[in-house]
């Protein structure tokens, strides 16, 4: 199956839509699909303990979740399907500022769609940020069978 089609949704009213549609090119470039960003309700959506099924949500720190942040610009948070691996939905945490470190949007997204650090220099999901660049072998939407066990 291929589960649900995941969509950026926006909180906090700290990125523009055309910002956050600019990273998730990035992720459709390697033949990923999301559905249209949207900036979510404040009440609902924003402020639920979980994140609407399908969305990844792009907050900032609340002083309940700024210490989960630590040292960080940003961390993911995903919920998922035991049985299947598959993604439920996802919570990026960012600093307002993080946005303008190139690529930091991009590589929570990818920790929103199931990949953890790759110690290469260059890569988008090296983990420290002054290493982070745009390679992304073994990220690709045709190498996502590698994190299934069956």
């Not at 959506?45 to 942040?69: H, N, Q, W, Y």
């Not at 945490?93 to 190139?102: E, N, P, S, V, Y």
Request: hydrophobic letters at 35%; aromatic letters at 10%; one cysteine or more.
């Amino acid at each position: 199956a291929e589960g649900v089609t995941p969509y950026l949704l926006l909180c906090d009213d700290f990125m523009s839509v055309s910002s956050a549609e600019s990273a998730t090119r990035y992720w459709k470039n390697l033949g990923y699909k999301f559905a249209n960003t949207r900036v979510g309700d404040d009440l609902s959506e924003c402020m639920s303990s979980d994140a609407p099924f399908g969305s990844i949500r792009v907050k900032l720190p609340t002083s309940t979740s700024a210490s989960v942040l630590k040292d960080k610009l940003a961390v993911t948070s995903t919920v998922k399907y035991v049985d299947t691996n598959e993604l439920h939905s996802a919570t990026i945490t960012m600093h307002a500022f993080a946005l303008d470190k190139r690529y930091t949007l991009e590589h929570e997204i990818g920790h929103a769609l199931g990949w953890g650090h790759v110690e290469t220099v260059g890569h988008i999901m090296n983990p420290k940020w002054v290493n982070i660049g745009s390679k992304s072998y073994g990220v690709r939407k045709t190498d996502y069978h590698f994190l299934r066990e069956d």
